[in-house]
């Protein structure tokens, strides 16, 4: 589909449209936030960066809030209760969530997909740890993989293949973060790579935390964990020809540049705990660039039959909300359910605290 093609189908949808002083203040917090995205949003058409643009900057603060603040808790359950008035149409007054709001109602966001991306936060907040691989997909789906879900419903995209494929891009770049960040969230307390993998390797979580160092065992647990990425990456790269034609050089060029962000991390010696991994501006230009060139106007992309491989299955349910109306209550019963859950102890953690300074 053309740049215009897309537009007008985006403009032919129901709602107001995202004001442009909230729109400059969310692209400035994505530009402060993540400039991988920020560089690759440039690729995207108009019709889709913008409202991109909203989505990113709700989900960046959302994550800042429950990773910066002091009050993890605290502040996923403030979240949620933004997330209900923007579903309510009454968004706080603040330009990330007014323009969340317009894009929720425009695009008849399924509101699970931003209540996935909840959980996952709140499971940050209880400081859940993951044991297997498929623990750690499942926090990947809801903080990553949901986005990903989202892009798709903002470009009117419902296929249940192209969503899929999203939701690998998305769990593939939330574990390359991982890779990338094993020192930081080492200072801050936290383990996020597999712990059978860390044990497997000979690596005591307790003794890692107390003196955090690039050993050759940490070394090979990172390297094995980007090994996933780059097979998750590779299934990814089969959903973007079944994208809108003008939003495939914005995706791609954003699949490069975390993909890259692993290349730094394998060239560090998959040391990311004394050395953080950083990609130039010329590294980011030249992806830009390549992007442009492998999915160029007028230019064929090969359907492969990757795109028609099965979702993860710890993103599946992501997949089932974003085709359309839930059946036969999965969500509320199930995943609902779990959201409840997780914010019931973060609501008795917070009250306990609470009682504890009076």
């Known amino acids: ?21 909230d729109l400059a203040a969310c692209r400035e917090a994505i530009r402060a936030g993540s400039l991988s995205f920020h560089s690759a949003s440039r690729l995207l058409p108009r019709g889709v960066r ?13 994550d800042d809030a429950v990773d910066e603040g002091a009050d993890t808790g605290g502040a996923v359950l403030r979240l949620r209760a933004r997330l209900d008035a923007i579903y309510d149409g009454r968004p706080e007054d603040a330009p990330a969530d007014r323009a969340f709001a317009a894009v929720v109602q425009g695009t008849a966001m399924p509101r699970a997909l931003p209540e996935a991306l909840l959980e996952g936060l709140a499971w940050d907040a ?13 926090y990947g789906a809801r903080v990553a993989g ?71 065992a940490v070394r090979a647990v990172v390297g094995r964990l980007l090994g996933e990425a ?6 990814a790269e089969a959903g973007i020809a079944a994208l809108p034609r003008a939003a495939r050089p914005g995706i791609w ?11 730094r991390v394998a060239a560090n010696g998959h040391d990311s705990v004394s050395r953080r991994a950083v990609t130039s501006r010329a590294a980011k230009l030249g992806w830009l660039a390549q992007a442009g060139l492998r999915t160029g106007i007028g230019m064929a992309m090969p359907r492969s039959a990757v795109l028609y491989a099965a979702p993860l299955p710890e993103a ?12 036969g209550g999965a969500w509320g019963e199930g ?12 609501e008795a953690q917070d009250r306990a605290a609470r009682l504890a300074a009076e």
């Not at 599946?316 to 059946?327: E, H, N, S, T």
Request: neutral net charge; contains cysteine.
């Open 253 to 263: 060029a954003a699949r490069l540049a975390y993909a890259g962000i692993g290349g």
């Open 335 to 346: 995943r609902g359910g779990a959201l409840l859950a997780v914010l019931a102890q973060l």
């Open 146 to 216: 949901a986005v990903g879900a989202m892009m798709c419903v903002l470009m009117g995209v419902r296929d249940r293949h192209a969503l899929s494929r999203a939701c690998d891009l998305g769990a593939a770049m939330q574990l390359t973060n991982i890779a990338r960040d094993v020192g930081e969230d080492a200072a801050m307390g936290r383990v996020y790579l597999p712990l059978d993998w860390l044990e497997e390797a000979g690596v005591d979580r307790g003794g890692f935390l107390a003196d955090p160092l690039p050993t050759d």
């Open 316 to 327: 599946a349910f992501l997949v089932d909300a974003a085709c359309g109306p839930a059946k």
């Open 1 to 21: 589909m053309s740049d215009r093609g897309l537009g007008a189908r985006l403009a032919g949808r129901a709602g107001p449209p995202i004001d442009g002083a």
């Open 126 to 138: 209880v400081g859940r740890e993951y044991r297997t691989l498929s623990d750690l997909h499942a």
């Open 230 to 235: 780059r097979r998750l990456y590779f299934r």
């Open 50 to 62: 913008d409202p991109a643009l909203a989505l990113y900057a709700f989900c960046r603060l959302a």
